[in-house]
């Protein structure tokens, strides 16, 4: 399984990115997928998931109301859409497939890891 991020960049306090990640190699339509983020000098933390129907999702608090997360299975594609971003959103973020079928937070849950994007959120 591959997993491919895109969609970040430099944005301004206040707005707004949309990342990607698609998803290849074999299908992950049975299993859970998350986006994880890691700052420098901070370990990686988990943002949100989403289950493998598409129909529940959870987010850590810090994103809660200001990130959607999404799946499009005909496209086997992944979104994160980040509003309202702050400076303290600026990361690296990480998209993952879960190894189980419901969202979990837990890290060591996801067994497949995309290479990761840069946010930057200024001041």
């Known amino acids: 399984v591959q997993l491919q991020a895109s969609g970040g960049g430099l944005v301004q306090a206040g707005g707004s990115l949309r990342l990607s990640c698609v998803v290849s190699?074999?299908?992950?339509?049975?299993?859970?997928l998350g986006w994880f983020r890691q700052a420098p000098g901070k370990e990686r933390e988990w943002v949100t998931s989403?289950?493998?129907?598409?129909?529940?999702?959870n987010y850590a608090d810090s994103v809660k109301g200001r990130f959607t997360i999404s799946r499009e299975y005909a496209k086997s594609t992944m979104y994160l859409e980040m509003n309202r971003l702050k400076p303290e959103d600026t990361a690296v973020y990480y998209c993952?497939?879960?190894?189980?079928?419901?969202?979990?937070?837990?890290?060591?849950?996801?067994?497949?890891w995309g290479q990761g994007t840069q946010v930057t959120v200024s001041s």
């Open positions: 993952a497939v879960s190894r189980y079928s419901s969202v979990t937070p837990r890290l060591d849950s996801y067994q497949y």
């Open positions: 190699g074999r299908t992950a339509s049975n299993n859970a």
């Open positions: 989403i289950n493998y129907r598409g129909d529940s999702t």
